[in-house]
């Protein structure tokens, strides 16, 4: 029902700027669901770190607190691509990161979970960040 497909990924030295795709190729226009950010670096686990939830033309985001400040998670206006802008970028950010996607979820729901992948039921396939000191 849903395919993602991200990009953007790439090495980078540590100070710098990123910006992350993620295209819904075969989407559903008929329902709200959350889109999230996640990323895993090798020996740990996958961490959530930016959410978006809405309805088009309003969108509410929330953010790890790894994050908070530095990244800034959008959508484009007919909500086919959905983005990571990363600044201010530490090797501590070097991950694989993914994009994700929820089913269906209420019209009232205004926060993403980041704490839970399972919760996502559609999955990228990844894109490579690598950040050099």
């Known amino acids: 029902q849903l395919q993602l497909v991200e990009s953007g990924g790439g090495s980078v030295q540590a100070g710098g700027s990123l910006r992350l795709s993620c295209v819904e190729t075969i989407s559903t226009s008929a329902s709200r669901y959350c889109m999230a950010w996640f990323r895993q670096a090798p020996g740990k686990e996958r961490e959530g770190i930016a959410g978006i939830v809405g309805d088009g033309r309003t969108n509410f985001a929330n953010y790890a607190d790894s994050v908070k400040g530095r990244f800034a998670i959008s959508k484009d206006n007919a909500g086919k691509t959905l983005y990571l802008l990363m600044d201010s970028l530490r090797p501590d950010d070097t991950a694989t990161y993914y994009c994700?996607?929820?089913?269906?979820?209420?019209?009232?729901?205004?926060?993403?979970?980041?704490?839970?992948?399972?919760?996502?039921?559609?999955w990228g396939q990844g894109t490579q960040v690598t950040v050099s000191s």
């Open positions: 994700a996607a929820t089913r269906a979820v209420p019209r009232y729901q205004v926060s993403c979970p980041l704490g839970t992948p399972d919760a996502y039921t559609y």
